[in-house]
């Protein structure tokens, strides 16, 4: 725990000056009672418990000084709340590559499986898209907290020709930034967007989860298109679907292997601060969708907890106040 205002703890030196002054006070008391020996007598008969009971009321006022004096200094702590994280784009690759059967019953299946568990776990808080890549990009569900229209969306994608992770990247920004507009540009460009660019993984509001096996066949540069998010502040989690060897495809009279290319997938993370997880199988397909789960729904943040000791001093001077009043008839 750390303090806006350490100096203010310097207030905390009331507490041992209070407790110095009741001391004194019952001391004083005391002293007075000695004198009468009647009200020895009646002190002697009221027992032990009654005696310790006169100091409760005393501790929890002190106690409750001590509170407001770590108030005053605006204590702050690291606590778990949930993610600030509102938008998580689902960006699916449904390439006719995604129907290799390398991961079981094939790629695109293990992939809408595991996308409908992740969809169904997240808080009611966070709003969840879902965009399909192959030749072009299309939403196929707006951000929604309604989980069914999510899962239904899932339930419709279907294998299509050719494949563009860059048309996946762009959509999924302009899903996110519906009112900014998304400028495509290439590196070879000078005119860049008007929009100061920002730290990369700096925008904790939105980010994109994308599955695919990261064979790009046609249309925009995925680095391109991963810059773009990054100037953005918008990460991007990659999810490799498939194996390194692949397998060959047939469709239609022709032929050709299907391989996961890691290292682009690896490359759009990197660029984005995001973090790329392989899955060569529909159980750690599961796995990471679960560990993305954790990773969206709790994390660590520096607050102020000044109310919860102000709640807490409060508490302690109200029910000392009521314990002296119930017990001895008086508020101290």
Not at 10 to 36: D, Q
Not at 208 to 223: C, E, K, R, S, V
Not at 226 to 250: Q, S, W
Not at 267 to 290: C, N, R, S, V
Request: glycine share 6%; aromatic share 8%.
């Amino acid at each position: 725990m750390i303090f806006l205002w350490p100096h203010a703890l310097w207030l905390s030196l009331v507490v041992p000056a209070f407790i110095g002054f009741y001391v004194v006070v019952v001391r004083r008391n005391k002293e007075r009672a000695l004198r009468y020996a009647g009200v020895v007598a009646v002190n002697e008969t009221a027992g032990t418990s009654h005696r310790l009971r006169r100091h409760v009321p005393p501790i929890l006022f002190t106690l409750g000084l001590v509170a407001i004096a770590f108030a005053i200094a605006r204590p702050q702590a690291v606590v778990m709340l949930p993610s600030r994280h509102q938008t998580v784009i689902l960006a699916v690759d449904v390439s006719l590559s995604m129907g290799a059967t390398d991961v079981t019953p094939n790629r695109l299946e293990a992939a809408k499986a595991a996308a409908k568990a992740f969809a169904a776990e997240q808080p009611q808080g966070v709003r969840i898209g879902v965009v399909s890549f192959a030749g072009s990009a299309t939403v196929v569900q707006p951000p929604t907290a309604k989980r069914e229209e999510v899962i239904a969306a899932i339930d419709r994608l279907r294998l299509q020709r050719d494949t563009a992770i860059g048309n996946g990247i762009i959509a999924s920004l302009a899903t996110i930034f519906p009112d900014a507009g998304v400028v495509v540009y290439d590196a070879h460009e000078k005119d860049r967007p008007a929009s100061k660019p920002v730290p990369p993984g700096s925008d904790t509001s939105a980010a994109i989860i994308m599955l695919t096996d990261g064979q790009t066949t046609t249309d925009h540069d995925p680095l391109e298109a991963a810059r773009m998010a990054a100037d953005r502040g918008i990460r991007i989690f990659t999810v490799g679907v498939g194996t390194t060897n692949g397998e060959v495809l047939r469709f239609e009279g022709w032929s050709m292997r299907v391989r996961l290319n890691e290292e682009t997938l690896k490359k759009i993370a990197e660029m984005t601060a995001g973090e790329y997880f392989y899955a060569g199988t529909a159980p750690g397909l599961k796995k990471i969708y679960q560990s993305l789960n954790a990773r969206f729904v709790l994390e660590k943040e520096l607050i102020e907890i000044t109310a919860l000791f102000l709640v807490a001093a409060i508490v302690t001077a109200l029910f000392s106040t009521l314990l002296s009043l119930l017990w001895f008839k008086r508020i101290l």
